[in-house]
């Protein structure tokens, strides 16, 4: 009984919810549109490395990587040859990605794919350490893509860039993705190898004496992981219309930790919360940014103070919500209807 109110309540409140996507792609301001699609992302980018950070236990600094490689594998397939000749004026883009155009979402889906073949390629080996050296490692690869795509002139267009790409991303686009993200990886929390996961991150000798594969499994959530981050850089450049290697930077890593982090290790809800939160967040903090003027009296604007500010956040956090908002909790129905019935959940009678 549970279970099916659970599931027509989940699906109402997705229908609600694409009815609000509906209303706000066709009726709000251009820039509160473009935070929401930057939401949908950093949701995507904050689920997928909790898979990896807060499930499975593995502390990974490369998903600004599998963003970079995401993004400019999906753009060099849908852009038209003509707009491709336009950016590479200095050298030419190698063949057949000259020539090759496609549809953004086989485009999507393969940039996702690529990235992924490199979460493999660096995960298989990589995982064999974990803790600090894992996170030295995964960010080590995040630079090595980032130098490398600025001196992959025929391929990347090097520091150029790409410039003028075609705007398909929208909230059908950016929501759609984030949500099938939050459904995909709470379905594999949920099942045998979900729970697997759990168990490495909790005692990596006990799971393997259970039989636990530790490299299978640790490799399985990279690769899912790093499949998402890929989607992500894809749709952040259609998004903003350029990719710039330079913006796959510790900046962007950091902002994703972060979400992570406050949002909660484990937490799939906190992880959606603190995602949204952040685009929105980004967006205000720009004013420390600018010149200000109060009463007359003008205060310079100080560049990088936004990370700064995130920095002091990321402190308190660690020192006194080391669980973040909501710790591993999840959201579930019937805790919802029994918060506004005033009576504690069925997980909770017993205690």
């Known amino acids: 009984m549970y279970k099916k109110r659970s599931f027509w309540l989940t699906v109402v409140a997705v229908s609600l919810f694409f009815l609000f996507i509906y209303v706000a792609q066709n009726s709000l301001d251009a820039y509160i549109i473009r935070i929401l699609n930057v ?3 950093y949701v995507i980018l904050g689920v997928s490395l909790n898979l990896i950070n807060g499930f499975t236990g593995q502390f ?25 000749a336009m950016n590479f004026f200095i050298k030419p883009l190698i063949w057949p990605l000259s020539e090759i155009q496609m549809p953004f979402f086989p485009a999507l889906l393969i940039g996702g794919l690529l990235a992924a ?23 080590g690869f995040s630079e090595i893509i980032r130098v490398l795509f600025n001196n992959l002139q025929s391929v990347t267009n090097g520091p150029l860039g790409l410039k003028g790409l075609p705007t398909y991303t929208n909230l059908w686009w950016s929501w759609g993705w984030a949500i099938f993200t939050i459904f995909f990886i709470k379905r594999l929390i949920d099942s045998s190898y979900g729970r697997a996961l759990k168990a490495i991150r ?3 000798s006990a799971a393997e004496a259970m039989g636990v594969n530790l490299l299978y499994h640790k490799t399985l959530a990279f ?3 790093a499949f998402f981050a890929g989607i992500a850089g894809g749709l952040l450049g259609s998004l903003v219309m350029t990719i710039d290697p330079n913006a796959f930077n510790i900046f962007l890593t950091f902002q994703i930790v972060l979400i992570v982090l406050l949002g909660g290790l484990g937490s799939i809800t906190g992880t959606v919360i603190m995602g949204a939160a952040m685009a929105f967040l980004m967006e ?4 420390v940014e600018v010149p200000m003027n109060f009463f007359g009296i003008t205060i310079p604007g100080i560049p990088g103070m936004r990370m700064l500010i995130f920095s002091i956040i990321l402190m308190i956090a660690v020192l006194f919500f080391r669980r973040g908002i909501i710790g591993d909790r999840e959201f579930s129905w019937e805790g919802f209807i029994s918060f506004f019935k005033g009576r504690p959940s ?3 009678e017993g205690e």
């Open 60 to 84: 990974s600094l490369g998903h600004a990587g599998f963003m970079a490689i995401g993004a400019y594998a999906s753009a060099l397939l849908y852009m038209s040859p003509q707009l491709k």
């Open 223 to 225: 690769v899912v992981g």
């Open 117 to 139: 073949g490199a979460g493999f390629l660096v995960g298989a080996p990589c995982l064999r350490v974990k803790g600090d050296y894992l996170a030295i490692v995964t960010y």
């Open 346 to 348: 069925r997980g909770r």
């Open 39 to 41: 939401a949908a992302i």
């Open 202 to 204: 909790d005692d990596e």
């Open 284 to 287: 205000l903090l720009r004013a």
